[in-house]
């Protein structure tokens, strides 16, 4: 899939966003605080089991001006925005990162590093993908990895990545969803034999909130 073109992200004063919502964040080290999730449209990783598939074609999201979306998470309490996606890493996100933290806002972001990550961040969740593999510049500025997975096999590519990681990042390993009743015993062995390791659970598909 190609990029929108720049003149239509005019520099990343605009983005193809899909959707924007304040919520409690589901998953991984920050699992259950409150933030303002902005999902930006776009995704060539092509996960088979991924859980917003509707996201992976940013023509679908005409491209809003980040001022617009700075606004909108200045209004609410937490002063905190994750950016996810799709995958952010195809855009241009300075622009909107400079914009966030000049109002005093943390900047968060989920990717799987399979392009070069644009942008300032106080906190790089790095989830990466078997069929594209994250680039080797993005292993030394994350903060947690994450790392799904949907069958024993997984457990390889989780350690291949964690190699690769700093001694401070946190390490998550996190059922797929669609799976998780039958991997959760191997899961949680795996986990009580590997200690270095915590589970993440998606808790926001518990609560029932975005």
Request: glycine share 6%; with cysteine; hydrophobic share 40%.
């Amino acid at each position: 899939m190609e990029n929108p073109e720049t003149d239509v992200l005019d520099g990343g004063r605009k983005l193809p966003v899909m959707e924007r919502f304040y919520t409690l964040q589901g998953e991984g080290f920050n699992m259950g605080r409150a933030a303002y999730f902005v999902r930006i449209g776009g995704c060539d990783v092509g996960c088979s089991w991924c859980d917003s598939k509707e996201s992976w074609n940013a023509k679908l999201f005409p491209p809003v001006p980040v001022e617009d979306v700075v606004k909108e998470a200045v209004a609410v309490p937490a002063q905190t925005v994750v950016v996810t996606g799709g995958e952010p890493s195809l855009y241009p996100l300075d622009i909107f990162t400079d914009a966030l933290r000049e109002k005093g806002i943390k900047t968060m972001v989920e990717t799987s590093g399979a392009h070069p990550l644009s942008g300032k961040w106080d906190w790089i969740c790095l989830s990466p993908k078997k069929n594209s593999p994250p680039r080797a510049d993005i292993f030394p500025l994350a903060h947690e990895l994450k790392v799904i997975i949907q069958d024993d096999s997984d457990f390889l590519w989780a350690e291949e990545n964690a190699a690769r990681v700093t001694p401070q990042c946190h390490l998550f390993l996190q059922p797929e969803w669609s799976v998780a009743p039958k991997i959760m015993e191997s899961l949680t062995r795996y986990v009580m034999e590997h200690p270095q390791w915590r589970i993440s659970l998606q808790a926001h598909k518990y609560m029932g909130i975005p």
